[in-house]
């Protein structure tokens, strides 16, 4: 394991979280000890404001980055907090550097969480944010060909699950999805998903955020829930995945990406060794890195 990353990991709280308000409270520790230093948050202009839901309002933070000319691309992010937990300050650290270094307005969602209000909740909520954000894209001044969606850990799963929703409806047209080491398959059927022993994330936590979030009858699990488990990855957006060499979830992430090449969509695969889940949202240098590269991604892809 990287040095640094250990350091770190050894200084988290740990044990498991058993009940999903322990898991709350365990995330909201997390977000403290592991949150992001961000310099850049004093030159974005970042607002909140409730937008309509399935469900009722919605709570989204806007991040507008300095110098905008134009109309500018934009990222719809889901927090990720393994469908039970999170909100919008879990993953803020992330999305400043995305608005301040790719010059990419961040629509960052606070959609409901299970186990109160299970799938399909969350991904509506989600493609409600999305709708809105294209909706509302002469008032943000947003380019609507350059609209994405991105997410970590069960944002990810939500960002894919949503592109697979907006292809399968004909709804709006996503640019890209930023896919940070997502969990994408309830089945655990990958050695890495088995596997009792990995930091942060192992195989029996993965197991019980599925089991809240879809139930424990997985006979027939929804791809929308669990994108893995679509049959057709055709038409989808160009995609960035992030994979960690520790985590749970990093053989179907891999494996994700392989069957999105293979269905020609255009993939960008990072895969990061001596790593765990959730090693970018932690100060350190491969995870400076890390970061550096999405938000490189990101301005490679919308700028041009």
Do not use: K
């Not at 770190?8 to 365990?26: D, V, Y």
């Not at 948050?41 to 709570?59: F, N, Q, T, V, Y």
């Not at 269905?263 to 889940?277: A, I, K, P, Q, W």
């Not at 890195?289 to 301005?299: E, G, S, Y």
């Amino acid at each position: 394991m990287d040095p640094a990353l250990s350091a770190i990991l050894a200084a988290l709280p740990s044990g498991a979280a058993g009940t999903p308000q322990e898991s709350r409270a365990q995330a909201r520790a997390y977000t403290e000890m592991m949150g992001l230093d961000a310099p850049d948050r004093d030159r974005l202009h970042i607002s909140e404001r409730a937008i309509p839901g399935p469900g009722g309002d919605l709570r989204v933070r806007i991040y507008e980055p300095p110098e905008r000319v134009g109309p500018s691309p934009a990222i719809v992010y889901f927090h990720g907090g393994g469908f039970i937990a999170g909100d919008l300050d879990t993953e803020d650290g992330r999305c400043v550097r995305i608005a301040a270094d790719a010059g990419c307005v961040v629509v960052s969602v606070e959609y409901r969480l299970a186990p109160e209000h299970p799938f399909p909740a969350p991904v509506d909520d989600c493609y409600a944010a999305l709708e809105w954000t294209v909706a509302a894209a002469p008032e943000l001044g947003l380019d609507p060909t350059r609209i994405g969606v991105g997410g970590g850990s069960a944002g990810g799963t939500i960002a894919a699950a949503v592109a697979l929703m907006a292809r399968d409806r004909g709804g709006p047209a996503i640019a890209f999805q930023l896919l940070v080491y997502p969990a994408l398959d309830d089945r655990q059927l990958t050695p890495s998903s088995q596997a009792p022993d990995r930091p942060v994330v192992n195989a029996e936590g993965v197991r019980r955020l599925w089991d809240h979030y879809v139930g424990t009858d997985r006979s027939s699990v929804s791809p929308y829930a669990a994108p893995a488990r679509a049959d057709d990855l055709t038409g989808l957006p160009r995609a960035y995945v992030m994979t960690a060499e520790l985590d749970a979830l990093r053989d179907e992430g891999i494996e994700f990406a392989l069957r999105l090449l293979r269905s020609g969509v255009s993939v960008d695969l990072r895969h990061y060794g001596e790593t765990f889940h959730g090693f970018d949202l932690m100060p350190s240098t491969i995870s400076r890195h890390a970061l550096d590269d999405q938000a490189t991604w990101v301005r490679t892809i919308t700028q041009h």
